[in-house]
């Protein structure tokens, strides 16, 4: 016995959606497929996360060492003799490339 028309369209309406449904589960944006691309991004970013946390807090280490209230005085000197080039007849001054 042969489903009338009307039947047969339902079923392959349905059949297609759930075909799409599928197909988006494993290829789409948030699919299986870029589960691995998304984790692999995650972990770049945590390790970004982690670097610039790390120079963050360098920096703020450095702001409270040149506090105006209670400088330290052997980076203010550093920072004076670098800055203004004044050194002693009898000093060398050596800089690291980047600070």
């Not at 028309?5 to 079923?11: D, G, P």
């Not at 988006?24 to 691309?37: D, K, Q, R, V």
């Not at 945590?46 to 409270?64: H, I, S, W, Y």
Request: net charge neutral; charged share 25%; aromatic share 2%.
């Amino acid at each position: 016995m042969r489903k009338p028309a009307r039947e047969q369209m339902r079923q392959g309406l349905a059949l297609v959606v759930l075909l799409g449904l599928t197909g988006m589960a494993i290829a789409g944006p948030t699919g299986l497929l870029a589960w691995s691309e998304n984790s692999q991004a995650l972990e770049q970013r945590k390790a970004q996360v982690a670097m610039l946390t790390e120079k963050r807090d360098a920096l703020k280490n450095r702001v409270q060492l040149l506090d105006p209230r209670s400088a330290d005085p052997d980076l203010a000197s550093e920072l004076v003799r670098k800055n203004l080039g004044v050194l002693h007849a009898d000093e060398v001054m050596i800089t690291i490339e980047g600070e």
